[in-house]
């Protein structure tokens, strides 16, 4: 039972291979349409959106920046750990809400904070503070606000330990949002396999027997005749008549 399982198996899955194989075309076409939709989707429709990105060191009462070369592993380790606590402090609601009063900008405490982000640089002393918006200017108006505020906001807050900014934002020139070649690559396939779909659906309740292919393929019977199609025009099928057992004269239309 298992192994004709299996078997049974094997041959739907041929049979769905050899359909989608046999509208291959079609599938190809409509996923191209699909692609050159969310093309244009992306590029008419989504705002683009740019980051802005300020460089900060992490700087405690043992070491400077200044002393960099004498350094030691276990220094580093200890600002890399003091990191999470600064992009705590940086995205508290007291510093967000003086970076939109000093910035001037008209959002909550809340959006800006979706706007803004902070992560570690290799596992390092340093750590970025990046600024998204759908304005490039204000994108790097608010990175600089932030490197201005926070390191004053960190030294009030921990104790022998402070930050020192390595590189103010810049505006920035290209868009880090919407990939075009992503939604044309999402929409080639939704293309394909919608219409994959579609064709597989139709497939599944077409219950007309259009061929004896599908029933030596389907059923364990021999298949004893097939009965052609009189009124098919011929294409030297049957014979010299073109029509199935009809003269000449018939095909054009006189009688047989």
């Known amino acids: 039972m298992g192994k004709k399982t299996d078997e049974e198996l094997t041959i739907d899955l041929l049979q769905v291979f050899r359909l989608l194989w046999k509208y291959i075309v079609l599938i190809l076409i409509v996923a191209m349409i699909g692609a050159v939709l969310l093309f244009f989707y992306a590029r008419m429709f989504v705002t683009p959106k740019y980051e802005a990105n300020a460089l900060f060191y992490v700087n405690n009462s043992t070491f400077s920046l200044s002393s960099a070369v004498r ?5 580093l380790n ?6 999470d606590t600064y992009v705590a402090i940086m995205q508290s609601r007291a510093n967000m ?3 939109i009063e000093e910035s001037g900008v008209n959002y909550t405490y809340e959006q800006l904070r979706q706007m803004v982000s902070a992560k570690a640089v290799n596992s390092t002393g340093l750590f970025q503070v990046t600024v998204r918006s759908t304005n490039p200017e204000e994108a790097r108006n608010l990175a600089n606000v932030i490197a201005t505020i926070l390191p004053a906001k960190i030294s009030d807050i921990v104790s022998n330990s402070s930050v020192v900014v390595v590189d103010y934002a810049v505006t920035p020139h290209a868009r880090v949002s919407p990939s075009y070649t992503k939604y044309a690559a999402i929409g080639f396939l939704l293309g394909a396999v919608l219409c994959s779909a579609v064709i597989l659906i139709i497939s599944f309740f077409d219950d007309v027997i259009h061929d004896e292919d599908y029933i030596l393929q389907n059923f364990n019977e021999p298949l004893l005749a097939s009965i052609p199609d009189l009124t098919a025009r011929g294409s030297g099928k049957y014979g010299k008549y073109g029509y199935y057992g009809a003269s000449e004269k018939a095909k054009k239309g006189g009688v047989a």
């Open 97 to 99: 809400e003086q970076v």
């Open 78 to 83: 200890a600002a890399a750990d003091l990191v």
């Open 71 to 75: 350094i030691s592993t276990g220094e």
